[in-house]
């Protein structure tokens, strides 16, 4: 657990360092749920919730899952919140997330040796996309700009998902393109794993 608070930490220094302090978008809920994970939890058990840095800011979210299905010749990785029931009615405040990672290997096995990035074509235009992160029950909604994420397999199965980049904020009003700095280190229960 101390090595992922301290990886944590480091992506956080590096943010500030960078002068990515700037408040976090509103709304932001940042309140933990009430199941919290053991203080002896081992380091790569499932937690109760994943912690999401969103520009500076840690941003509380349900745990993380992981679905690993193939598309003809290479793999497709959707990494996603345990959502609770209560993220369908419209007066859900909760943060949740949503990617969608085409990895360029076929085997499963090369899962911890591949790296994902994504750059989006353009700026303009991208509020229809299901993909992203949401804050306070979807009102605020980023979209994966420039964005990287590899994978790291943990004894008990579970995969941690390593992201960091740009993301941009969705808005209602027109105006310039805003970008913020994410970054997270997500250990996903896997769902899904294809065989070779």
């Known amino acids: 657990?101390?090595?992922?608070?301290?990886?944590?930490?480091?992506?956080?220094?590096?943010l500030i360092a960078c002068g990515c302090g700037r408040p976090a978008p509103s709304p932001v809920a940042t309140t933990a749920p009430t199941t919290k994970a053991a203080a002896?939890?081992?380091?790569?058990?499932?937690p109760a919730f994943a912690l999401i840095n969103v520009d500076g800011h840690s941003t509380v979210?349900?745990?993380?899952?992981?679905r690993i299905e193939r598309d003809s010749d290479h793999l497709v990785a959707t990494v996603f919140s345990d959502?609770?029931?209560e993220a369908l009615k419209d007066n859900y405040t909760g943060n949740s997330f949503y990617l969608k990672m085409d990895?360029?290997?076929?085997?499963?096995?090369?899962?911890?040796?591949?790296t994902w990035h994504f750059t989006a074509p353009s700026s303009a235009d991208r509020d229809d996309s299901p993909y992203g992160v949401f804050l306070a029950g979807r009102?605020?909604?980023l979209?994966?700009?420039?964005?990287?994420?590899?994978?790291?397999?943990?004894?008990?199965?579970?995969?941690?998902?390593?992201?960091?980049?740009?993301?941009?904020?969705?808005?209602?009003?027109?105006?310039?393109?805003?970008?913020?700095p994410?970054?997270?280190?997500?250990?996903?229960?896997v769902d899904k794993m294809p065989g070779k």
């Open 83 to 85: 959502d609770p029931r």
């Open 103 to 114: 990895l360029d290997i076929s085997d499963p096995a090369l899962l911890d040796q591949t």
């Open 143 to 180: 979209q994966p700009y420039d964005v990287q994420a590899r994978f790291r397999r943990e004894s008990s199965g579970a995969i941690t998902v390593l992201l960091a980049g740009q993301f941009q904020v969705v808005e209602t009003t027109p105006g310039p393109a805003r970008m913020l």
């Open 61 to 66: 979210f349900p745990s993380a899952r992981l």
């Open 139 to 141: 009102k605020t909604q």
């Open 1 to 14: 657990m101390k090595c992922r608070w301290d990886i944590l930490g480091a992506v956080v220094g590096m």
């Open 40 to 46: 002896s939890e081992p380091a790569d058990t499932q």
């Open 182 to 189: 994410v970054a997270a280190e997500l250990l996903a229960r």
